[in-house]
C-alpha cells in the first residue's frame, strides 16, 4: 500500500505560479513512476506530466513549457511547478504513481487530490 498526500493548490490570478506537492508513505520502495493530473468540471482526467523510472519526463500537450516536473526520490516527494497559469488550468490536480515489486505490476495509487483555480 501507498499513500499519497497533495498540497500547494489554492486560488491564484492568470499569469501567476503554484507548486504543488505530493507526498508518498507506506511501500515507497515499490513506485517506479510518478505523475500529476487533472480533471476539470465535466472534462476527462488528464495527463499534466509524468516522471519514470529512469527520471525521463513527460508532459501534456496543454501544459508543456508552462510546468516542470520534479522528483525528490530521497525524500519521496514528487512536485508540480506551475508557471503562467492560465484560467484552463483550473482543475482538481491528482498525484498518481504506479508500484512494481516481486517481478510484477502491482497497481496504481492516487491521491485524494487538489483544487486549482484560476481566475481574474
Known amino acids: 500500500q501507498v499513500q499519497l498526500v497533495e498540497s500547494g493548490g489554492g486560488f491564484q490570478q492568470p499569469g501567476g505560479s503554484l507548486r504543488l506537492s505530493c507526498a508518498a508513505s507506506?511501500?515507497?520502495?515499490?513506485?517506479?513512476?510518478w505523475a500529476w493530473y487533472r480533471q476539470a468540471p465535466g472534462k476527462q482526467r488528464e495527463l499534466v506530466a509524468s516522471?519514470?523510472?529512469?527520471?525521463?519526463?513527460n508532459y501534456g500537450d496543454s501544459v508543456r513549457g508552462r510546468v516542470d516536473i520534479t522528483l525528490h526520490r530521497a525524500e519521496n516527494i514528487l512536485y508540480l511547478q506551475m508557471n503562467d497559469l492560465k484560467p484552463e488550468d483550473t482543475a482538481v490536480y491528482y498525484c498518481?504513481?504506479?508500484?512494481?515489486?516481486?517481478?510484477?505490476?502491482?497497481?496504481?495509487?492516487w491521491g485524494q487530490g487538489t483544487q486549482v483555480t484560476v481566475s481574474s
Open positions: 507506506g511501500e515507497v520502495f515499490s513506485i517506479y513512476a
Open positions: 516522471v519514470g523510472a529512469m527520471d525521463e519526463k
Open positions: 498518481k504513481v504506479d508500484t512494481y515489486s516481486a517481478g510484477a505490476y502491482r497497481g496504481d495509487y
